[in-house]
C-alpha cells in the first residue's frame, strides 16, 4: 500500500490505463511497475501468466458475443480504466459504471432513413398511383413502403406502354374509386400503419371493425378485395389469402344472410314522387332536374351512378355530348342515347337507347330531359349538372329521393337510388317482357336480372 501512494504521488509513474490497454494488446502478461523496488521472482511471473490471460480472455469475450448477437464487437473507449473481469467475460463493455462502453453498441446501428409521417406520405403516394385511373400501376414506388426483406419487388414502372393500357383497362374506374376509398378507410381505422405488407392480425381485426359499425358483407368483402389488390400488385405476400380473414369474411356472411330489402318503384309511387317535386323543391331548375333524372332512370333501367358522380371525375358519367333529340316534322318524337360508361362493360363498346315519347305527357321522359336540358342550356359536360356547371352529385339525388319519398308517406329507408332500376326490371316482367329481353335492356350480362324482377312485391 505504501509503495501505491507513493507511485500515484510521481509523474513519472505509469497509469493504470496504460498497464490496462497493454495487457490487452500485447502478449507479456507480467505487470511491472516501474517505481517499484523490489523484483518478482520468475516463478511467480509464470504463475500470474496463467492464471489471467488477457488476450485470450478478451478474444474468447468477443466470440461470444458475436455469436450471441450477430453484431460487430464493441470497441472499448481508450479512457475506460476496467479491466475484464475473467469471472464475468459475458458483461464486457457492459458495466453501468462505464457508460461510455455503450456508445458503440448504439452507433453501429443506422438510423431510420424516412420518419414516419414521410413513410405515410409515400403510402398515400402508392396508393394514389395504383388506383389512379391514368396509369393503374405503382411507377413511382418509394421503398420506404415495403416492410419487408423481399428485394426483388415487380414493379409497373419497368412494363411497356402496351402493357400498361391493359394493366389499366383490367380495373374500371368505378372499382378504382372504390379500392381508393377502401384504402381511405383502411387508414381511417389505423392512422400509425405506414408500410405495407398489411399484417394478418391487422386485416382481422379491420374486418371485426368493419362488421361492428355494420357494414354489409359484401361491403366488407369489397374493403378486403381492395387490400388484397394493392398487395398482388406490388408482388407482396396476400394477406386477404391467409386462413383466418377467408374465414372471417365466411363468418360475416353466416351470420348476416345477404338480403336486398330495397322495394322497386313502381309506376303508381313514381307518379306521386313526380308529383311531390313542385311542393318540396323552391327552385324551378332542380325542379326540372330532378323530374328528367328519376323519370329517364326508371324509362332506360339507368343506374345512378351512370347519371351523377361519387368524386370529382365525372367524365365516366353520362355526357351531354352523348344525348340528341330526334324530332319529325317540327314535333318532338324521341330521344337517342348513347352509353359508353357503364358497369360489365369490359369490352368498351357504347349502347345506344332509343326512347320514344311517352302517351303522357306530365310523365314522358323525351319531354321532361327537353325541357330540362332547354332551361339549362349547356351543350358540354355531364349531362345532369347545376346551373353553376357543378355536376350533379350521388348524395344530392339520394337526399333529395328521402325527401320525397318521406313526403308521399313511405319508408325511405326502403327506397334507394336503385329502386328505379329495380321498378322497371319489375315493371317489364308485368307487361309479360322476357327475362332475355329485359336483360338486353337492363344490360345485365348475367341472371342476376332476377334478383331485379319482383312480381311478388305487388299485389295481385
Known sequence: MPRQKRGLSQPKTAQPSKRKRSATKSTPCTVVNE??????????????????????????????????????ALIRDPSDTSAPSPSAPSTLALSTSAPSTLAPATSDQPPPATSSASQAADLLSLIDNVFSSKTGGCQHCPKSVFNTNIHSVSLTRDLSASSQHLLQAALSTSSRVAYHRSWQLFLQWKPSFTSLPVSEVDLCNFIGYLFSENYAPSSVSSHVSAIGYLHKICSLPDPTEKFLPKKLLKGCHALVPQQDTRLPITTDILRKIIQAINIVEPLLGNRLLLKAFYLLAFQAFLRIGELATRSANSNHVLQRSDVSFRVSNGILSGVTIVMKHFKNNTEQKPVTLHLSNSSSITFCPVKALYDYTTHFAHTSGPLFQFMSGEPVTHHFISQQLCKLVSFIGLDPKLYKGHSFRIGAATHAASLGFSENYIQKLGRWRSNAVRRYIRISSFDI
Open 35 to 72: 517505481q517499484q523496488t523490489e523484483t518478482t521472482s520468475p516463478a511467480a511471473m509464470n504463475t500470474n501468466a496463467v492464471q489471467v490471460d488477457y488476450v485470450k480472455l478478451a478474444a474468447e469475450t468477443l466470440k461470444q458475443q458475436n455469436a450471441a448477437s450477430q453484431q460487430t
